[in-house]
């Protein structure tokens, strides 16, 4: 069965901390990883990575994904108190429907 | 806001009630996604469509679920007979016809069934 696993489940930090997300995941049939930042409403996008050791960044967020050891991870360096929200990672299976599944996602929590 | 909006945004009902969302896409985007959120759960996977075909169902879609998408523009997703186990958010998400284009989601509709 696919699935997809983070890791902290959730996360406390004072403000200018850096931090590192993990995602690891476990699906057929890969099509891309996709990391989305989720405050009290719908997920917002924030990366989608398909290719092995190409660093995607913007602003203070950067993300990378390795797919022989099946895993990516999220950085936020300077952490401010608007980055607290959940971090969800999914992956787009393949087929005709590239449906994603979804981590339970990291709880981040940045204290001024 | 990402361009895909949902109504309503809140609905409250009791046990046994029947409850339709609705789900307007990105006008361009032939692809339509439901999902439902749990709390301290990410999203799961409800139903695909591409323009007006249901082209798969989650095994979470019981039959009391029912989503229609008529003219491949808005899309409807019924409940009936609602069971407190159906307390979420229930998110759209759409995507244009060309591959490798991620989903943008909408502000959700977030049920309570007493």
């Known amino acids: 069965e696919d699935k997809v696993v983070q890791s902290p489940l959730s996360l406390v930090v004072h403000e200018g901390d850096t931090v590192t997300l993990n995602c690891s995941y476990e699906?057929?049939?890969?099509?891309?990883l996709l990391w989305y930042k989720q405050e009290k409403k719908a997920p917002t996008f924030l990366f989608m990575l398909t290719s092995s050791g190409i660093e995607k960044k913007s602003g203070r967020l950067s993300s990378i994904l390795d797919k022989k050891e099946l895993f990516s991870i999220l950085n936020i360096t300077a952490t401010q108190t608007g980055d607290s929200a959940i971090y969800l990672c999914?992956?787009?299976?393949?087929?005709?429907?590239?449906?994603?599944?979804f981590g339970t996602g990291t709880l981040l929590a940045v204290q001024p | 806001d990402t361009g895909v909006s949902q109504d309503p945004r809140h609905k409250i009902t009791k046990r046994g009630q029947n409850v339709t969302f609705r789900c307007d896409p990105i006008?361009?985007?032939?692809?339509l996604y439901w999902y439902r959120q749990t709390l301290g759960q990410g999203p799961e996977f409800l139903t695909y469509?591409?323009?007006?075909?249901?082209?798969?169902k989650s095994r979470l879609l019981s039959d009391r679920f029912s989503a229609e998408r008529p003219k491949g523009s808005f899309s409807t997703l019924e409940i009936q007979r609602t069971e407190q186990g159906d307390s979420a958010m229930y998110l759209c998400?759409?995507?244009?016809?060309?591959?490798?284009?991620?989903?943008?989601f909408g502000p959700g509709t977030r049920l309570l069934v007493l």
């Open positions: 469509f591409q323009n007006e075909a249901q082209l798969e």
């Open positions: 999914a992956v787009e299976a393949g087929g005709a429907t590239n449906k994603l599944i």
């Open positions: 006008s361009e985007h032939n692809r």
């Open positions: 998400a759409s995507s244009p016809r060309s591959k490798g284009e991620t989903q943008y």
């Open positions: 699906v057929t049939n890969f099509r891309s």
